[in-house]
């Protein structure tokens, strides 16, 4: 059985800074891309960031230069920092991992439970 167990979410004002965590337990052989998700009250979950196991990384173009994704191979952990946030970054956001497990001879996909980011004065 493999989780995904985020933290690090909360209420920042605008301009703050956040840093969110996510770390991946369980019987876990390998984990190739992980990313993170956001979905805000009403509309559908978007892709927010996401970083494959050689560390080459995509990001919407929403958060480009504000958000830098990065992870520890070594801890199944993925992050993300997030700079200079704006009220319209408010949104639940989802780790996002493809997992293999332990004497699994494929991958398959996995979701956290959500951490809750506002941005408001």
């Known amino acids: 059985q493999v989780q995904l167990v985020e933290s690090g979410g909360g209420l920042v004002q605008p301009g703050g800074s956040l840093r969110l965590s996510c770390a991946a337990s369980?019987?876990?052989?390998?984990?190739?891309?992980m990313g993170w998700y956001r979905q805000a009250p009403g509309k559908e979950r978007e892709l927010v960031a996401i970083?494959?196991?050689?560390?080459?990384?995509n990001y919407a173009d929403s958060v480009k230069g504000r958000f830098t994704i990065s992870r520890d191979n070594a801890k199944n952990t993925v992050y993300l920092q997030m700079n200079s946030l704006k009220p319209e970054d408010t949104a639940v956001y989802y780790c996002?991992?493809?997992?293999?497990?332990?004497?699994?001879?494929?991958?398959?996909?996995?979701w956290g439970q959500g951490t809750q980011v506002t941005v408001s004065s």
């Open positions: 369980g019987s876990i052989w390998r984990i190739n891309d």
């Open positions: 970083i494959s196991v050689g560390d080459s990384t």
């Open positions: 996002n991992a493809d997992v293999g497990a332990r004497g699994a001879n494929y991958f398959r996909n996995y």
